[in-house]
């Protein structure tokens, strides 16, 4: 045999196999759809909680390390509120979606009473914290220098908890399509 009909055989077979797999997806994402659309608007919030979380946390930093001006002292300070505003609105919709019964639901809930705790600290550094003060963001700094890292290890942990669930969840769904074959 030629080269040519080698390379269209393989070509051939790499297409069949590549159209089989497709197949198979698309009738696993069909079977499990009811699963799939909670899975992803879980997987959805949970990321997202974790993003605004740690862009609440960059905003923090921002005002210690750029507050000393006026006029970013006023934005990296709302962007800290809205990140704020944002984490808990997410947090709250994501324990709506969980099973209070799973180890994700009680961590993520964990996170939310850490985060709810770490916005008092960082209220009260912020009144100690002076702009015009030379060495100011370190005086504060200290006394929140941390306070982030319990929060930030919880919501890790549901993030990693849901997708170990979502896994789970597909490992299923894929059993039931291959047995219903």
């Not at 089989?20 to 994402?29: E, G, N």
């Not at 992803?40 to 862009?55: E, G, N, R, Y």
């Not at 006029?71 to 984490?87: D, I, N, S, V, W």
Request: glycine share 4%; with cysteine; proline share 2%.
């Amino acid at each position: 045999m030629n080269i040519r009909w080698k390379l269209i055989l393989t070509i051939g077979t790499a297409l069949i196999i590549n159209l089989a797999v497709s197949y198979y997806a698309a009738y696993v994402s069909v079977s499990a759809s009811g699963v799939s659309e909670k899975a992803f608007q879980v997987v959805v919030d949970s990321l997202s909680t974790q993003v605004h979380f740690k862009k609440q946390v960059q905003e923090w930093k921002n005002i210690l390390l750029r507050g000393h001006e006026p006029g970013l002292y006023k934005k990296y300070l709302a962007q800290f509120h809205q990140e704020e505003r944002l984490t808990r609105g997410e947090t709250s919709h994501l324990l709506s979606l969980l099973d209070p019964q799973s180890e994700a639901w009680r961590t993520a809930n964990a996170f939310f009473a850490a985060h709810h705790r770490l916005g008092f600290q960082y209220m009260s550094a912020l009144k100690s914290f002076n702009p015009d003060r030379q060495g100011a963001q370190f005086q504060v700094d200290k006394l929140v220098r941390c306070i982030d890292r319990k929060p930030t290890d919880l919501m890790d942990s549901v993030v990693s908890s849901i997708l170990r669930i979502i896994c789970s969840w597909l490992m299923q769904a894929s059993d039931w399509c291959i047995s219903r074959r």
